[in-house]
């Protein structure tokens, strides 16, 4: 362990520590509604931000100085990112990664060398993983940096860039499986479009709509388990993306009728860009029932940028981790920091209290939301409201045995009078504060 200071992992000293790298409310194996916090949690640390970003900004560049970023040894590089991160995980005791393709290994001059670096850093992470006992929660392709994805990857324009992108996400989806990943992730950066003047909409909705039926076709043929997770987001970067929302992409799975192979990565950042809340989109993907894994990052809420910054705010992540409680809990998915330490933030073990103090909010998060679930008041409060529905006369009408004509004879017959009640909402925001 040597580009970190801290030598020993962080560990559970409770709420009256003075110690900065500690946890005072995650204890991994502490049980917790009949799960440990380690499994109801499982936490993730992604590539991309802990060793791939710079500590650029759209004014500035690199900041951080990573001695992997200024060498001519791309793949020793790559190495020496991927002991980094292993390392990060001994020390905040963090089981799962992330990564895309390219933040593991260098691109090559063609999509053969570029597959041959995946596999060759992808082999090295193996062994690794299988020493320090971690798992990959999901794998992806990064489709979105290279200047010939700019006019979008499978939703562009140029048919090559389409068949590009089956190649590459074969290949990514072959090591995802050889490394075990429990799910794969399509996050569309570029699926979308700058203007309307250059851009044929219906066509490449098809594209995106064929790349996925083909991406699900190839994910069977190969005997991949874990679900295809699409990550909603709205802009940034193009103008417009086409998978907007929860339930804009909802519509594409519906349209194939995947929805045992495709669920949802969540990112809290890209609800928020989206006009809804982190909490909204959890709880209705897993009304539809494509709930599958979280990022976990907070955006700014004045400048509305994708920030990704570590999520600290307990009362927010309480709503969120109670609708995840209330949708089952994970399955295949976690929580996964999709998220940068802020570009001042030099010191090595920055990214490690950053991850150290966010995986403490969510435990206070979970044992506030187990809490709100045992006292049984708050979910008792909202099934009085839909009570009406229990009775077989309203089941009926739901079950579509009434018909329009039979509906409106019983009002009038029954003289059905309907009487507002309250809504209750200041009375259960003042519940769930009550458990926080
Ligand atoms: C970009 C983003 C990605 C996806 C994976 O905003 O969130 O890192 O999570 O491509
Ligand atoms: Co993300």
């Known amino acids: ?17 003075k110690k900065e790298l500690a946890f005072r409310y995650y204890d991994k194996k502490k049980k917790v509604l009949g799960k440990t916090m380690g499994e109801h949690l499982r936490f993730a640390m992604c590539w991309w931000h802990s060793t791939c970003w710079p500590g650029s900004d759209p004014f500035g560049g690199d900041t ?19 002991d980094v991160m292993f ?15 390219r933040d593991i290994a260098p691109e090559g001059s063609t999509l053969k060398e570029s597959n041959a670096n995946v596999t060759a850093i992808a082999n090295y992470i193996e062994k690794k993983m299988a020493k320090q006992k971690k798992k990959l929660l999901w794998g992806t392709a990064n489709m979105f940096s290279h200047r010939r994805f700019m006019a ?131 709880a209705l993907a897993s009304a539809l029932g494509v709930f599958g894994s979280i990022d976990l990052n907070r955006g700014d809420y004045q400048s509305g940028w994708d920030t990704d910054q570590f999520i600290v705010n307990v009362p927010e992540l309480t709503l969120a981790v109670l609708e995840i409680l209330r949708a089952g809990g994970f399955t295949t998915g976690g929580m996964n920091f999709d998220a940068k330490i802020r570009r001042q933030s030099l010191d090595p073990d920055d990214l490690l209290h950053a991850h150290v103090g966010s995986m403490d909010a969510c435990a206070r998060a979970l044992l506030a939301a187990a809490a709100i679930i045992e006292d049984g008041t708050f979910q008792g409060m909202v099934d009085e409201r839909y ?14 045995k009434e018909s329009l004509e039979k509906i409106a004879a019983r009002v009038e017959k029954n003289n059905i009078n309907p009487k507002p009640n309250s809504g209750r909402q200041e009375r259960l925001e ?3 504060n009550r458990f926080i």
């Open 430 to 432: 003042n519940l769930i």
């Open 64 to 82: 951080f100085l990573r001695p992997w970023h200024h060498t001519t040894d791309e793949m020793g590089a790559a190495r020496q990112k991927a």
């Open 1 to 17: 362990m040597t580009f970190f200071t801290a030598k020993k992992p962080a560990k559970f000293e409770g709420p009256k520590s």
């Open 87 to 101: 390392d990060a995980m001994d020390l905040t005791g963090i089981d799962f990664f992330t990564f895309h393709d």
């Open 387 to 400: 009570a009406g529905w229990t009775k077989p006369q309203n089941k009926a009408m739901l079950a579509g």
């Open 152 to 282: 979008g990857a499978a939703s562009n324009p140029d048919p090559d860039v389409f068949a590009w992108c089956a190649a590459q996400v074969k290949h990514a989806l072959d090591v995802t499986k050889g490394l075990g990943g429990a799910n794969y992730v399509m996050w569309g950066g570029r699926e979308g479009y700058e203007t309307l003047l250059n851009t044929n909409i219906g066509r490449e909705l098809e594209q995106a709509k064929r790349f996925l039926a083909l991406v699900i076709e190839y994910k069977h043929k190969i005997g991949f388990k874990g679900p295809i997770l699409i990550e909603p987001k709205p802009q940034e970067p193009t103008k417009h993306q086409y998978d907007y929302d929860v339930a804009t992409i909802y519509s594409l799975i519906n349209s194939l009728g995947a929805q045992k192979d495709v669920k949802m990565n969540i990112e809290q950042n890209h609800a928020i860009l989206a006009g809804h809340t982190f909490e909204h989109e959890i």
